[in-house]
């Protein structure tokens, strides 16, 4: 089956008994029971038909075994790290979602874990940061803010080679465009609020493994923490998937038309983005992923204030996330990576001035003409 039809039939696509095409939302707390331990359900933080049909779906869409459905993507991330132990060391890459950084430095290093953060593309960078205790290597791939590329394929080889799961986080790409474990991952991640929801109507986190091992242990951790996804945000979330190729086509086309526009502007002094041939890692780009995607970050230049030009924007949206229909804008180190220290963030190349864009579905002659308008008033 083709990846466009599997977002249609792939999982469970329509109800077991009844025969809706529309898998029903099941809202029951608890299940009958006609003998003990003979039912498929018992209760639904364990386990939920309409939960299942989208965990079902992503796991296929996605070239796993086991895929887990959590109420943020957040709490799909803190459960992944609860895979480890005191005393453990991960690798991490360091072009991360603020929020992640948040967990690890705040949260995790509490709790006895160790991290070295370190860029995932040097590879050499990474066999030298493993250690005895080392047992993963987490990165995002391509990365926020940056959209740095990291080679999933050879990062799998150096963790299988020691012994270490390999953890991507593919919320930018999304599976329309690239498929870690196809490339040898273990584990994938996503915070389904963006491409996958594509609505911004709901919070939802998604954990996709390799083997079914690995989704036995994911999936016992599920149930003890209990951060599930809800049975209505579950059914919003597969609705949402079933178009991901109409509205990726539509994101990436407008993505790159804007990215030509920047690139080319008098105002802008760098932009960050996948598909520029000039970016060092396009060649990995085009390699190990089916598009550039629909995410761009840029710098103004000196003098300008990205706060200004932000505000000024009328169609384009000023606001935290990213992967919707509506094209949202934010400057991260305000928003998103403000958990971040700046000696830190600085370090990792996230600069004061940085903008984030997310390319959305709209016209784009409307969103050309809202850029160049919100441009037009630095001037003055």
Same mark, same amino acid.
């Given at each position: 089956?083709?990846?466009?039809? %599997?977002?249609?039939?792939?999982?469970?696509?329509?109800?077991?008994?009844?025969?809706?095409?529309?898998?029903?939302?099941?809202m029951?707390?608890?299940?009958k029971q006609?003998?003990?331990?003979?039912? &498929?359900?018992?209760?639904?933080?364990s386990?939920n038909?309409?939960?299942?049909?989208?965990?079902?779906?992503?796991?296929?869409?996605?070239?796993g075994v086991?895929?887990?459905a959590?109420?943020?993507?957040?709490?799909a991330?803190?459960?992944?790290?609860?895979?480890?132990?005191?005393?453990?060391?991960?690798?991490?890459?360091?072009?991360?979602?603020?929020g992640?950084?948040? @967990?690890?430095?705040?949260?995790?290093?509490?709790?006895?874990?160790?991290?070295?953060?370190?860029?995932?593309?040097?590879?050499?960078?990474?066999?030298?940061a493993?250690?005895?205790?080392?047992?993963?290597?987490?990165?995002?791939?391509?990365?926020?803010?940056?959209?740095?590329?990291?080679d999933v394929?050879?990062?799998?080889?150096?963790?299988? !080679?020691?012994? /270490?799961?390999?953890?991507?986080?593919?919320? #930018?790409?999304?599976?329309?465009?690239?498929?870690?474990?196809?490339?040898?991952?273990?584990?994938?991640?996503?915070?389904?609020?963006?491409?996958?929801?594509g609505?911004?109507?709901?919070?939802?986190? /998604?954990?996709?493994?390799?083997?079914?091992?690995l989704?036995? !242990?994911?999936?016992y951790?599920?149930?003890?923490?209990?951060?599930?996804?809800?049975? %209505?945000?579950?059914?919003?979330?597969?609705?949402g998937? &079933?178009?991901?190729? @109409?509205?990726?086509?539509?994101?990436?086309?407008?993505?790159?038309?804007?990215?030509e526009?920047?690139?080319?502007?008098?105002q802008v002094?760098?932009?960050?983005?996948?598909?520029?041939?000039?970016?060092?890692?396009?060649?990995?780009?085009?390699?190990?992923?089916?598009?550039?995607?629909?995410?761009?970050?840029?710098? @103004?230049?000196?003098?300008?204030?990205?706060?200004?030009?932000?505000?000024?924007?009328?169609?384009?949206?000023?606001?935290?996330?990213?992967?919707?229909?509506?094209?949202?804008?934010?400057?991260?180190? !305000?928003?998103?990576?403000?958990?971040?220290?700046?000696?830190?963030?600085?370090?990792?190349g996230?600069?004061?001035?940085?903008?984030?864009?997310?390319?959305?579905?709209?016209?784009?002659?409307?969103?050309?003409?809202?850029?160049?308008?919100? #441009?037009?008033? @630095? &001037?003055?």
């Amino acid at each position: 089956m083709k990846f466009n039809t %599997q977002l249609i039939h792939g999982g469970i696509s329509f109800d077991q008994t009844t025969g809706d095409v529309s898998v029903p939302i099941h809202m029951a707390s608890t299940f009958k029971q006609n003998k003990i331990g003979e039912s &498929k359900y018992e209760y639904s933080r364990s386990g939920n038909p309409t939960r299942e049909a989208v965990e079902k779906l992503i796991a296929d869409l996605e070239s796993g075994v086991a895929g887990f459905a959590f109420a943020s993507g957040s709490a799909a991330i803190s459960t992944i790290f609860t895979l480890f132990s005191s005393g453990d060391h991960i690798i991490v890459g360091n072009d991360v979602y603020g929020g992640t950084f948040r @967990l690890i430095d705040s949260v995790l290093k509490r709790q006895g874990l160790t991290f070295t953060i370190i860029d995932t593309r040097d590879l050499n960078a990474v066999e030298n940061a493993i250690q005895n205790n080392t047992k993963a290597i987490y990165f995002e791939t391509p990365t926020n803010p940056l959209l740095r590329i990291t080679d999933v394929q050879a990062i799998s080889k150096i963790a299988q !080679k020691h012994q /270490l799961l390999s953890i991507v986080d593919n919320t #930018f790409a999304s599976p329309y465009i690239q498929k870690p474990i196809v490339l040898g991952a273990d584990i994938v991640v996503h915070s389904a609020s963006k491409y996958l929801g594509g609505h911004s109507d709901l919070i939802a986190g /998604l954990v996709i493994t390799k083997t079914v091992a690995l989704g036995e !242990k994911i999936g016992y951790l599920q149930n003890a923490i209990g951060a599930i996804l809800a049975p %209505q945000e579950s059914w919003l979330l597969q609705r949402g998937i &079933k178009t991901l190729a @109409l509205r990726m086509q539509r994101h990436q086309s407008n993505a790159q038309t804007i990215f030509e526009y920047l690139d080319a502007h008098s105002q802008v002094a760098r932009v960050y983005f996948p598909g520029d041939p000039n970016n060092s890692d396009y060649a990995l780009a085009k390699k190990q992923m089916n598009g550039f995607g629909a995410m761009i970050s840029f710098e @103004l230049q000196a003098g300008l204030n990205p706060e200004v030009f932000v505000e000024n924007l009328e169609i384009i949206t000023l606001a935290e996330s990213l992967g919707a229909l509506e094209s949202l804008i934010e400057v991260p180190a !305000k928003m998103t990576h403000g958990a971040i220290p700046r000696n830190i963030r600085l370090a990792n190349g996230i600069q004061d001035e940085l903008i984030r864009l997310s390319v959305g579905v709209e016209d784009i002659n409307d969103l050309i003409t809202d850029l160049e308008q919100s #441009f037009d008033q @630095l &001037k003055g």
